[in-house]
């Protein structure tokens, strides 16, 4: 299903809550990273899904920064959105932030990038619908992506070249 109109960043803009439970914790009482991650990819995946309506799934996590540790009892907010689309596949910025629920105490924990493939009914690579970003902060995102998506493809090249050249 193509939509050549495309979408806003805020239009497929996705945000949930979770409350930092014990079982989501180590014996420190700070949250697994797997954990987070599971959220991270969860939520991206639906942010990817609402830019795109259909099915997608998840090709790479890009990066993925922990920055401050989550404590038990601490609530954990997801936000994610669409930064950038190529043709069928695109990527997706994450933030969790903790917030000390006493206090209000906010402090950004991790962010993260991934990158989602959206598929047709055959489970196919299909054309994503454009990214059209209004804000200068989803223009900065934006522009940030673009540079991602070219080093990566840089990388990737590269790293093919060195194979081939070691096969000599």
């Not at 497929?12 to 420190?28: D, F, G, I, W």
């Not at 991206?44 to 990066?63: E, Y």
């Not at 540790?69 to 069928?88: D, F, K, Q, W």
């Not at 990158?115 to 990214?131: G, H, Q, R, Y």
Request: positive net charge.
């Amino acid at each position: 299903m193509e939509n050549k109109q495309g979408k806003t960043p805020q239009e497929s803009a996705v945000e949930t809550r979770y409350l930092l439970m014990p079982q989501h914790a180590n014996p420190k009482g700070t949250a697994f990273g797997g954990v987070i991650m599971s959220w991270i990819d969860m939520i991206a995946g639906l942010a990817a899904q609402r830019h795109t309506g259909c099915d997608v799934v998840t090709a790479g996590i890009d990066s993925l920064s922990f920055k401050e540790p989550i404590r038990i009892g601490e609530h954990v907010t997801l936000r994610a959105s669409v930064n950038y689309v190529s043709r069928s596949s695109m990527e997706v910025g994450v933030q969790v932030t903790r917030e000390n629920p006493y206090n209000g105490q906010k402090t950004i924990a991790t962010t993260a990038h991934l990158t989602f493939v959206a598929l047709d009914e055959n489970k196919k690579p299909t054309p994503a619908p454009p990214i059209l970003p209004q804000t200068p902060d989803e223009k900065k995102r934006y522009r940030n992506a673009e540079l991602r998506v070219k080093s990566r493809k840089e990388l990737l090249k590269k790293m093919q070249q060195n194979e081939t050249e070691k096969k000599d």
